[in-house]
Structures are given as structure tokens and as C-alpha cells.
């Protein structure tokens, strides 16, 4: 049971342009969202997080929307750059306070091309 | 070193054989995660410590895994027995979270690429 997913496993953008990598949720419980960007033969490094209280977050070139009705987020790159070449996670977790864990997605890989 | 430290970064073994994979989370973090990742998939939760609590193993897959955190520093994960399937990057993570407090991001070690023969 996939609780979070991430439908593009690839995506390819141009630099300069924008990169959109999508992540829908099943489990109405989630309360706080994360992104995650992953270089090979490197561990996960944390890069925007979202509330459930907040429809958006932005941190530079890095902007996160959450759309609770439909149980779906999406983090946008703009401009991207080469250096945006990863895998990007998305990640869920319950509601804050308690003792938890996060619950990932499988992952889209983009590239930025030059 | 300022990050999580996990040994060895490579574990080739043959299939039946015990393996112990051992992660250095950050000094003062409190919880530590394991996480594997087989090829093509996401991030698979295993086990979770926080502080002194018992730890949440929902995630471990069968009974051949286990994992302990000694003095709420230094974790070791140990798989029995190990078949092909086993074959992965085991990452671990450690963060500050406390209960009561917002989420903190966790901070992975770069993992250990596990290769069962």
C-alpha cells in the first residue's frame, strides 16, 4: 500500500526553466510534507518542508504547494539549474507532536539539461 | 565528523551469512532511523529509536532483521541469515525530534550498499 506517490519516476528540463515534480498522498492523517533531494552514492538531504496549515513555502528557487483537498503536492525549481540533478522525495508524515515516522515516495529522477 | 557516519560503505556477502551494519548518527540527536532502498524503489522504512523509548519496528520485514542502539548513541542494524532479496542501501538518519516539537528534517548517512551473493 503506497501510502505516497510520485507518478513521474523521470523528468527532464531544460536550464533555466521551470521543473514541476508532483507527489500525491493517500492517508488523511499526513500533516506535514518534505522534500528530499538525493545525489548518487549520497544520502537524502533535506530541502523544503510544508505544513499542513500552509497552502505554500518558498526558500529561494525552491517552492512547495499543498493542495489538502486534493491530497496532493508539488515542489517547484525555478529556474532550474544543472546542479538540480537528482532524485527528489517526497515525504509524509503524521501529525506533529507525536512519536513518528516519515513515509516516502519512490522518487522522480530529474535532469536539468543544458 | 559533523554528519551521520555509517560502516562500511560497501558489504559484499554470501547468501546464509550473518551481517552487521553500523551508523554514527549526529551527536545529540535523539531519534535514528533505518531506511533501505532496493534498486528501482523508494525509501523503505525499517526501525525507528527515539530517546529511550522502545523502538518502532513496524517496518522490518521479517524476523532475520534486528537492530539495537546502544547508550542512545551508536546503532547497529543485523541481518540473519541474509538472502539476495536483502540486497539494498541500508541508509540511516538521525534528528532531533522530540515529542511536542515540530518535525525536524532527518539527516542521512550516505548508506551501506548491501550486495548478497
Known amino acids: 500500500d503506497q501510502q505516497v506517490k510520485q507518478n513521474s519516476p523521470s523528468l527532464s528540463v531544460q536550464e533555466g526553466r521551470i521543473s514541476i515534480l508532483n507527489c500525491d498522498y493517500t492517508?488523511?492523517?499526513?500533516?506535514?510534507f518534505l522534500w528530499y533531494k538525493k545525489y548518487p552514492a549520497e544520502g537524502p538531504t533535506f530541502l523544503i518542508s510544508i505544513s499542513s496549515i500552509k497552502d505554500k513555502n518558498e526558500d529561494g528557487r525552491f517552492t512547495v504547494f499543498l493542495n489538502k483537498s486534493a491530497k496532493h503536492l508539488s515542489l517547484h525549481i525555478v529556474p532550474s539549474q544543472p546542479g538540480d540533478s537528482a532524485v527528489y522525495f517526497c515525504?509524509?508524515?503524521?501529525?506533529?507532536?507525536?512519536?513518528?515516522?516519515?513515509?516516502f515516495g519512490t522518487g522522480t529522477r530529474l535532469q536539468v539539461t543544458l | 565528523g559533523a554528519g551521520v557516519s555509517q560502516s562500511p560503505s560497501n558489504k559484499v556477502t554470501e547468501k546464509g551469512k550473518d551481517v552487521e551494519l553500523r551508523c554514527d548518527p549526529i551527536?545529540?540527536?535523539?531519534?535514528l532511523y533505518w531506511y533501505r532502498q532496493s534498486l528501482g524503489q523508494g525509501l523503505e522504512f525499517l526501525i525507528y529509536f527515539q530517546g529511550n523509548s522502545a523502538p518502532d519496528k513496524s517496518g522490518l520485514p521479517s524476523d532475520r532483521f534486528s537492530a539495537e542502539r546502544t547508550g542512545g548513541s551508536v546503532s547497529t542494524l543485523t541481518i540473519q541469515r541474509t538472502q539476495q532479496e536483502d540486497s539494498a542501501v541500508y541508509l540511516c538518519?538521525?534528528?532531533?525530534?522530540?515529542?511536542?516539537?515540530?518535525?525536524?528534517?532527518?539527516?542521512f548517512g550516505n548508506g551501506t550498499r548491501l550486495t548478497v551473493t
Open positions: 551527536s545529540g540527536h535523539t531519534a
Open positions: 515525504a509524509a508524515s503524521p501529525k506533529t507532536g507525536t512519536a513518528s515516522k516519515l513515509t
Open positions: 538518519a538521525s534528528s532531533s525530534h522530540r515529542r511536542g516539537t515540530v518535525n525536524s528534517p532527518l539527516h
Open positions: 492517508n488523511s492523517m499526513f500533516d506535514y
